[in-house]
T-cell receptor, first 115, second 111 residues
């Protein structure tokens, strides 16, 4: 079974530029998550989708971050404009149904450096 | 609010030493508890989990017991190997299906 795929793996941009990350969850997984992991910290949830609907985006800085999952499969996370403090690893995870005992499977992450 | 407090690192051990990484949590309700591991250059992987009080999760020689009375989920291994070198994250899953992670503990095992 293929795991969660993410691209690109690395991205370097200058502040005020925009950037987009892509995630393809495990086939059949209805629930998709985006996390931000700043160096030296644990991942923090940005947004959770159930199929193509947003379940929780309370921690997403909506003035600059946006995410979509239009067809309930792939998802993109965008930052526009980027700030220095956005430098982090952006992780995508998925579960089959988002139940209380579901294991989240993580992709390899996209490492973003904002200069 | 819900949170996880994890033992600060880094931790350096000799091969075959005993490992304990402490984790305590604060949560409303009855969360599920997890340990995730991140090997160098790889993504987060589930190591073990426990879904209710007194459950013991185990995998690859690692164990952790869900202790409701002390709100803890300490990770242990009796004899570590060089290949166990990684960053270990304790996490809790709330009823709203949100995962809260600790800050991570970097373990280095030297031969």
């Amino acid at each position: 079974e293929a795991g969660v795929a993410q691209s690109p793996r690395y991205k370097i941009i200058e502040k005020r530029q925009s950037v987009a990350f892509w995630c393809n969850p495990i086939s059949g997984h209805a629930t998709l998550y985006w996390y931000q992991q700043i160096l030296g910290q644990g991942p923090k949830l940005l947004i959770q989708f159930q199929n193509n609907g947003v379940v929780d985006d309370s921690q997403l800085p909506k003035d600059r971050f946006s995410a979509e999952r239009l067809k309930g499969v792939d998802s993109t996370l965008k930052i526009q404009p980027a700030k220095l403090e956005d430098s982090a690893v952006y992780l995508c995870a998925s579960t089959s149904a988002g139940g209380s005992q579901e294991t989240q499977y993580f992709g390899p992450g996209t490492r973003l450096l904002v200069l | 609010g819900d949170s996880v407090t994890q033992m600060e690192g880094p931790v350096t051990l000799s091969e075959e030493a005993f490992l304990t990484i402490n984790c305590t949590y604060t949560a409303t309700g009855y969360p599920s508890l997890f340990w995730y591991v991140q090997y160098p250059g790889e993504g987060l992987q589930l190591l073990l989990k426990a879904t209710k009080a007194d459950d013991k999760g185990s995998n690859k020689g690692f164990e952790a017991t869900y202790r409701k009375e002390t709100t803890s989920f300490h990770l242990e291994k009796g004899s570590v190997q060089v290949s166990d070198s990684a960053v270990y994250f304790c996490a809790l899953l709330t009823g709203a299906n949100n995962l809260f992670f600790g800050t991570g503990t970097r373990l280095t095992v030297i031969p």
